[in-house]
Each structure stands twice: as C-alpha cells, then as structure tokens.
C-alpha cells in the first residue's frame, strides 16, 4: 500500500503560481512512477504531469513550459511547480503512484488538493 498526502494548493491571482507537494509512505518500493493529475467539476480526470523512478518526466501539452515536475528521493516527495497560472486551471489536483507494469498492484491516490485561480 501506498499512501499520498497532498499540500499546496489555494488561491492564487491569473499568472500567478502555485507549489504544490505530495508525500509518499507506506509501500514505496512499489512505486514506478509519480505523477499529477486534474479535475474540474463536470470533468474527466486528466493528467498534468508524471515523472519515473529514472527522473523520466512527461507533460500534458497544456503544461508545458509553464509547469515542471521533480521529486525529492530522500523526503519521498514529488512537487508540481505551476507558473503563469489561468483561471481554468481552478480545480482539484490528484497525486498518483503507478507501480511498475510486472506488479500486480493497482495505483494509489491522494486526497486531492484544491487550487482557485481568480482575481
């Protein structure tokens, strides 16, 4: 098992940023992947960002070049700094947990943390 404890989010003014954070315990060992999801009210869940164990990132196209994923090995802990925020993006973010494709273990989520880009 493995569990996600998200933190960072709040209200933020358009271009502004957001840090966001994500601890990993339990059963890390488990983990292949790390990765930050969204999802707006009346709208599917969508992938932000991820990043493996080898530091391997990948980004939605909506995400690049104003966001960036890493990850701390030594605090368990992956982050998702987002700049030049949009109103849009005022929605609940995911962390994930993939374990690797030969383990027969399902992934892991957070609680969600909720961000609100306003004036």
């Known amino acids: 098992q493995v569990h996600l404890v998200e933190s960072g989010g709040g209200l933020v003014q358009p271009g502004g940023s957001l840090r966001l954070s994500c601890a990993a315990s339990g059963n890390i060992f488990s983990i292949y992947a790390l990765g930050w999801y969204r999802q707006a009210p009346g709208r599917q869940r969508d992938l932000v960002a991820t990043i493996t164990n080898g530091g391997i990132t990948n980004y939605a196209d909506s995400a690049k070049g104003r966001f960036t994923i890493s990850k701390d090995n030594i605090k368990n802990t992956v982050y998702l700094q987002m700049d030049s925020l949009k109103p849009e993006e005022t929605t609940v973010y995911y962390c994930?947990?993939?374990?690797?494709?030969?383990?027969?273990?399902?992934?892991?989520w957070g609680q969600g943390t909720q961000d609100a880009v306003s004036s």
């Open positions: 994930n947990a993939q374990p690797p494709a030969w383990a027969s273990t399902h992934s892991s």
